[in-house]
Each structure stands twice: as structure tokens, then as C-alpha cells.
T-cell receptor
């Protein structure tokens, strides 16, 4: 199957700082990328959907000014958590899908964010 | 909006035995896609199996098969000859067809599967 990477895999930061997470599709062009958040022992919650070259579509309740998403190329999307606070600590997962058909979403390995 | 329900938060099975994980969903659409994903302790989401709603034949992937009951909106996963490596969190997911322009997945709450040696 297709491979999606995420970097970093784990990050610890101080409250008030910004953190950027990269999501790359390594062997396919991801016209659409999705960002999820997962709390311990819970399911994945979709935060936003991004299409290459256009603005991301955020799910209800997700602050677009806090979670900045950029999808500048067909292989790279970034999520920036601005002015992070302890309540932003979570596991963030991205996935990528190709255009057309019903290609499966391929998931990255996730990034664990801890805000102190 | 579509919803996906997994009524079994935890399941356990003896190694080499068969186990079935339940999933029901609610939708007004006639065409859609259903998936089972596995999330082991590494937390990497791995596709297990997928089913297109217009296909009556149940999908099968080696030891994994589904029982898709469209009228009942049920999509259960059967794991045969359970192995220790099958221990994971299993998520059922729904997706609308691409033509509707909405490719996002709606996930159930998950079932934690334990394999007993």
C-alpha cells in the first residue's frame, strides 16, 4: 500500500509556542489530505480536510486560527498548532488520498504532542 | 449526517479461534464505502478490508472477511484463526462516494481486541 510519513513522531513544547507537523505522501500524489486528532482510548476525530492549492475545510468546533493547515504540494501538508496550550496535547494523525475513484485513505504513523 | 456504531468496546478471543466484531451505521445514501481499520499499539492505522455498498458479495482478505447486510446497515468483521498479531483496536469507518465531493471517513468508537494465547 501507499506510504505516508509524519514528522516529528513526538514533540514536547512549552505552553505558548507553535509547533509544526509535517505529513508527506512518499509514493503517491495526495490531492486530498486529512488531519485527525485522537485522545487516549478514543476514536479519530477529523479536524480538517485540505486539497492541494486551496484552503482547508475545518470541521465544526475546530479553530482554524489555532490549527493552521497548509497543503502546498501534492506530497506535503503541514499542521501548525499556534500558541499551544496543555489542552492541545494529543495524538495527531494525517492521511492522504488520491483523486477520483474511491482510493483508500493511507494514514501516517501519527505525532504525539505534549504541551507543558 | 452519517453515524457509525461499534457496540463492543472490548472483545477477546483464544488464539486460533474465530471472532466477529460488530458495526452498524446510519445513512440515507444508497452508494457508499465501508472500511475496517486496525490500530495496533504502534498507533499506525492499517487498512484491513473494504467493501463497496453496491457489491452484494462480501469482501474477503485472507483470514479477514465481512458480513455486509445493506438492508440492516450492518458491517461485521470476522477474523478466522486469530493470531497474537491481530491484537489491536479495530475501527469501522464509512465514506460517501467521491462524486459527492466528500471523501472524509466517519469512524466508529472502536473495539479493542485481545488475543489470549
Amino acid at each position: 500500500g501507499a506510504v505516508v510519513s509524519q514528522h516529528p513522531s513526538r514533540v514536547i513544547c512549552k505552553s505558548g509556542t507553535s509547533v509544526k507537523i509535517e505529513c508527506r505522501s512518499l509514493d503517491f500524489q495526495a490531492t486530498t489530505m486529512f488531519w485527525y486528532r485522537q485522545f487516549p482510548k478514543q476514536s479519530l476525530m477529523l479536524m480538517a480536510t485540505s486539497n492541494e492549492g486551496s484552503k482547508a475545510t475545518y470541521e465544526q468546533g475546530v479553530e482554524k486560527d489555532k490549527f493552521l493547515i497548509n497543503h502546498a504540494s501534492l506530497t506535503l501538508s503541514t499542521l501548525t498548532v499556534t500558541s499551544a496550550h496543555p489542552e492541545d496535547s494529543s495524538f495527531y494523525i494525517c492521511s492522504g488520498g488520491a483523486s477520483g475513484g474511491w482510493e483508500t485513505q493511507y494514514f501516517g504513523p501519527g505525532t504525539r504532542l505534549l504541551v507543558l | 449526517a452519517q453515524t457509525v456504531t461499534q457496540s463492543q468496546p472490548e472483545m477477546s478471543v483464544q488464539e486460533a479461534e474465530t471472532v466477529t466484531l460488530s458495526c452498524t451505521y446510519d445513512t440515507s445514501e444508497s452508494d457508499y464505502y465501508l472500511f475496517w481499520y486496525k490500530q495496533p499499539p504502534s498507533r499506525q492505522m492499517i487498512l484491513v478490508i473494504r467493501q463497496e455498498a453496491y457489491k452484494q458479495q462480501n469482501a474477503t482478505e485472507n483470514r479477514f472477511s465481512v458480513n455486509f447486510q445493506k438492508a440492516a446497515k450492518s458491517f461485521s468483521l470476522k477474523i478466522s484463526d486469530s493470531q497474537l498479531g491481530d491484537a489491536a483496536m479495530y475501527f469501522c469507518a464509512y465514506r460517501s462516494p467521491p462524486l459527492r465531493g466528500n471523501e472524509k471517513l466517519t469512524f466508529g468508537t472502536g473495539t479493542r481486541l485481545t488475543i489470549i494465547p
